[in-house]
T-cell receptor, first 112, second 118 residues
């Protein structure tokens, strides 16, 4: 298995632009998580899905952020419009029924 | 209120020494989950362990061991005979029920940076 796949690995964009981050979880994993990591705030859980359904999005910072999981093999995290303070590394992780999480390599987002 | 404290910002040891990373948590719930993650210099996050609040058994996995003590609200992580490859930032996390959304709310400690010198 290729593991959790995230794309792009790096994204540089200008303030106000729409940004879409993509994640392909490991096949057969029921849970999918989106995290954000910054120097100021550390690691934060943004949202997670169970069987493609969003369960808890209380970590999503504001309405500019949205996440979808249209099927078991794909999820997106969208920021519209993006702001410089959104610059961070965004991780996606999928989880087995034994509660082991596997992380993707992350997307480093820079908003200028 | 939910809180995770990793009081040790940085620890430096020499290879083969044992090292314990502390994690103290606060929660009002009786059902919760505790985690440890490793983040090596390459930046990826590696899941190490998940424990639920009803399972206080200590766990050992190779050179890694975890000591969960509800009486002191601690979930400490010990690396025995440390190696240079153990150099990383280690995060402790707490997950408890989010009664508003019906899911689980997870917060992370600030992390402890471990340097293992050869």
């Amino acid at each position: 298995d290729a593991g959790v796949i995230q794309s792009p690995r790096h994204e540089v964009t200008e303030m106000g632009q729409e940004v879409t981050l993509r994640c392909k979880p490991i096949s057969g994993h029921d849970y999918l998580f989106w995290y954000r990591q910054t120097m100021m705030r550390g690691l934060e859980l943004l949202i997670y899905f169970n069987n493609n359904v969003p369960i808890d999005d209380s970590g999503m910072p504001e309405d500019r952020f949205s996440a979808k999981m249209p099927n078991a093999s794909f999820s997106t995290l969208k920021i519209q419009p993006s702001e410089p303070r959104d610059s961070a590394v965004y991780f996606c992780a999928s989880q087995t029924s034994r509660n082991e999480q596997f992380f993707g390599p992350g997307t480093r987002l820079t908003v200028l | 209120a939910q809180k995770v404290t990793q009081a040790q910002t940085e620890i430096s040891v020499v290879e083969k020494e044992d090292v314990t990373l502390d994690c103290v948590y606060e929660t009002r719930d009786t059902t919760y989950y505790l985690f440890w993650y490793k983040q090596p210099p390459s930046g990826e996050l590696v899941f190490l362990i998940r424990r639920n609040s009803f399972d206080e058994q200590n766990e050992i996995s190779g050179r890694y061991s975890w000591n969960f003590q509800k009486s002191t609200s601690s979930f400490n992580f010990t690396i025995t005979a440390s190696q240079v490859v153990d150099s990383a930032v280690y995060f402790c996390a707490l997950s408890e029920a989010n009664y508003v959304t019906g899911g689980f709310k997870t917060i992370f400690g600030a992390g402890t940076r471990l340097f293992v010198k050869a």
